[in-house]
């Protein structure tokens, strides 16, 4: 516990820098904190740490947690999401960054109506690097894809997501956090109905920092917060 409150004090330190040099307030950077790595006992210590947003990336892991923690905090579905698992993270969950396709975005629509809950708020997962082995709708299609969910009304796009690529410096990444912002600004200037994709899901423990100065809203923080994973705990 003692670790995790320094892990989240320098994350909000980190943040706050980032903002300062960008001329951002750091009261509009909220932080996810990704439990996809730790058990359910570990999240409970995240939540009672003050963090009230939980990232989960397999819906069988989530649902065991969610179950454990009887249903604390705020959850945000953060990885590739099956059609045949939206059913059971309807209700659950209430954010979606991972929206990468029609098929499940009528999925999502099709469940939330079935089960008479308020829409899901979702983030449209953009390949911006292009690289093959990403998830995510092309930039070229992004605008027909906005605007074709924007019509489900099981569905509120909350903004747009991507992850970047693996890099040496999170400086390499910045070109990747900047065309995701300049995408979203084209998309607000369209004024579509329905469609208010303001906020920004990017950066990741290799590069935060550069995604808050590109704008990101939400920063989706594993190992540099939570520990586990690839950097250790
Ligand atoms: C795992 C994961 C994260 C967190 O990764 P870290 O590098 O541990 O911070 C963020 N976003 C997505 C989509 C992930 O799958």
């Known amino acids: 516990m003692e670790e995790l ?3 989240k004090q320098r994350v909000m330190e980190t943040i706050r820098e980032a903002c300062r040099r960008s001329g951002r307030d750091p009261g509009d950077v ?3 904190a990704v439990t996809k790595y730790v058990d359910a006992e570990t999240t409970r210590n995240v939540l009672d740490a003050g963090l009230e947003h939980i990232g989960e990336s397999r819906a069988q892991d989530a649902n065991v947690k969610h179950k454990i ?5 705020t959850w945000h579905f ?11 993270i309807i209700g659950k969950f209430v954010y ?3 929206l990468d396709r029609w098929s499940l975005a009528e999925e999502i629509d099709k469940r939330v109506k079935a089960a008479g809950v308020g829409p899901v708020s979702c983030f449209i997962q953009v390949n ?19 605007r074709e969910t ?3 009304s099981g569905i509120d796009i909350a903004g747009l997501m991507t992850m970047a690529p693996v890099v040496e410096h999170p400086e390499e990444a910045r070109p990747v956090f900047r065309e995701l912002r300049r995408l979203r600004d084209h998309l607000l200037r369209l004024e579509i109905p329905r469609l208010r994709p303001v906020h920004l899901s990017m950066g990741m ?5 550069v995604a808050v100065e590109e704008g990101a809203t939400w920063v989706r923080l594993g190992s540099v917060l939570v520990g586990g994973g690839k950097r250790g705990g």
Not at 69 to 73: C, F, H, T
Not at 78 to 88: A, F, P, S, T
């Open 5 to 7: 409150l320094q892990r």
């Open 30 to 32: 909220r932080v996810i």
């Open 69 to 73: 923690l009887e249903g604390r905090g």
């Open 78 to 88: 953060i990885g590739h999401l099956q059609r045949n698992k939206v059913k059971d």
């Open 96 to 98: 979606v960054h991972s």
């Open 128 to 146: 911006v690097s292009g690289e093959q082995t990403k998830f995510g709708i092309s930039p070229r299609e992004l605008e027909e894809f906005a």
């Open 150 to 152: 924007a019509n489900l």
């Open 205 to 209: 423990s290799q590069d935060y920092g």
